[in-house]
């Protein structure tokens, strides 16, 4: 006989006096920065861990002693969800917070370039930078599930920093190495997180087809992965080609490998209107292929299908882009 598996939530349900209003509200803000998720009317749930249950059992605390009732138990399911669509409830918060912070960036360095070369205020910039820095690290704690948008707003965080190190007359550290032409990538293990969308169903189809024809892809956890020799990440923490900038990893992988063809352009900016969410290059034909490639997703749980049917789409609309342009 099978083992019954070991709970794999927590769950905190709680009702909270009517009165005073401050009680609830900061009851509310407490959940949110636990990062915990409703799914029903006083009800939150948060992944089981020692830290979760800890978080947990001192909120139950504060919420007797204000006048209500609490308390936390183990579930293997959630009544009504299945565990993707619960995961896919973190996500989505944490993919807002991620957005929401990418555009405090965007604030930051726009206010930067209203002005001349060298005329801002270089402790303002590095105030502003550890704001964001502090608030991403509070955002990744509550990242259960490796939500998507870690990746754009690291990007733009080390643009900033890089604009910071000019600034200070220290040289950039880049490594050269990273630099490298297309043969000498040929033959390696291409690395990325599991559950791809857009950015690295494209990325993953450039590399296969424009790149390495003979790449090979692993799909492993977004959070804790350590590389093994000869491996090349792309789209992820600390990977050898992701977001730099505000440039998504695709439009990463053409500049550092030298695509320029015109076709590819402007599938890379689809790819980051869709991948960045801020409309930088305004392509109207970005929509129709966002909700086909979430259609793909939510069609195919297994990376392997999502990559074979995106990169059908890819070439399909590299050859609509290469044939209208001629």
Known sequence: MSQPSEPKWLLLIHQIPPKPNYFRVKIGRRLQRLGAVPIKNSVYVLPKSEQSYEDFEWLVR???????????????F?????????????????????????????????ELSRGKKGEYDKEDLESGIARLRNRLAEIERMDFFAATGRETIEGLLVSLEEKLKASL?????????????????????WVTR??????RMASAWLIRRFIDKDARF???????YRPEPGELRFDM?????????????????????????????QIAEIVHDIDLKDG???REDALGLERLIAGIAMANPEDEKRLAEGSAVFNSLYQYFKRKRA
């Open 237 to 265: 923490f600390e990977a050898e080609y992701t977001h730099e900038g505000d440039r998504c990893t695709f439009e990463v992988l053409l500049q550092r490998f030298g695509l320029t063809e015109s076709a590819l352009r």
């Open 62 to 76: 504060e919420i007797v002693e204000g006048g209500g009732e609490a308390s936390v138990c183990e579930a293997r």
């Open 169 to 189: 007359g220290q040289e950039l550290d880049k490594d050269e190495s990273q630099l490298g032409a297309i043969e000498k990538v040929q033959g390696r293990l």
């Open 218 to 224: 692993k799909f492993v956890p977004g959070k804790g």
């Open 78 to 110: 959630v009544e009504g969800l299945s565990e993707t669509e619960v995961e896919a409830l973190f996500n989505s918060a944490r993919e807002a917070d991620y957005l929401e912070l990418a555009g405090g960036a965007r604030r930051l360095r726009s």
């Open 280 to 282: 930088k290059f305004g």
């Open 194 to 199: 599991k559950g791809i969308h857009v950015d």
